[in-house]
């Protein structure tokens, strides 16, 4: 299946996703509650664990969270050209990439490629465009399709083959194929702290365009194809 896949019609993508607000005490009070209400479900240990003390993890979440990036990839022959859509204004950026999916990525021919995309970034792009009243793009709009009519494809999913007992990370899937790994600077668990503490959003997007890159270096993989060379990553 992979083999008869044409890779230049893939779109690669990869999100980064914080809670909505810097801390606990900055939510709204309308939003607390529903808050503290999801939180019973993630306290694992309730003598340490507080809705306000598991905050941090709210970004993983599309209702108490927001996208702060997106990098997407495409391979051209034997080069991999990378662009990030990230600001701190979420509308700005969703916006941006649908323009961009809607003009390049727009045929039945057409894939979108993450790793976990179909149990997050999928799903959470989608709904995100939807709450800051946007439309979605074919490719995300799944209502009514058939699974085989949806243009998603999943780098962990495929490595699964049917096993669905775990979890395959980026990282380690990078580390088994001997492809450089994306997290030699930050990984996820950094980013709410590297976005709201420190404030560096462009540190974010140089993590997410490696992990972009890394997934489409994991299909190449495979497929049982080379790497992409380093010189032959463009930032556009």
Known sequence: MLESLNIET?????IETVPQFPDYD?????????WNKKSESLIKNPETETPKSIYPRAGIYAEFGKVICISVGYINGKEFRV?????????????????????????????LCAHNGKEFDFPYL????LINGLKLPRALDTAGKKPWEIQHLDTMELWKFGDYKNFTSLNLLASIFNIPTPKDDI???KVYEV????KNLERIVTYC??????????????????????????IV
């Open 26 to 34: 900055s939510v709204p009070e309308h939003i607390k509650p529903l």
């Open 209 to 234: 365009n490696k992990d972009v890159l890394t997934v489409a270096q994991i299909l190449l993989r495979m497929r049982g194809e080379p790497l992409i060379e380093p010189d032959k990553v463009f």
């Open 195 to 198: 976005y709201w503490q420190e």
């Open 126 to 129: 989608a709904r995100r465009i």
């Open 10 to 14: 893939i779109l690669f993508l990869d």
């Open 187 to 189: 990984d996820g668990s």
């Open 83 to 111: 662009k990030s859509f990230a600001s701190h204004d979420e509308a700005e950026l969703l916006s941006e990439f649908i323009s961009l999916v809607n003009k390049h990525f727009n045929r039945s021919e057409n894939l």
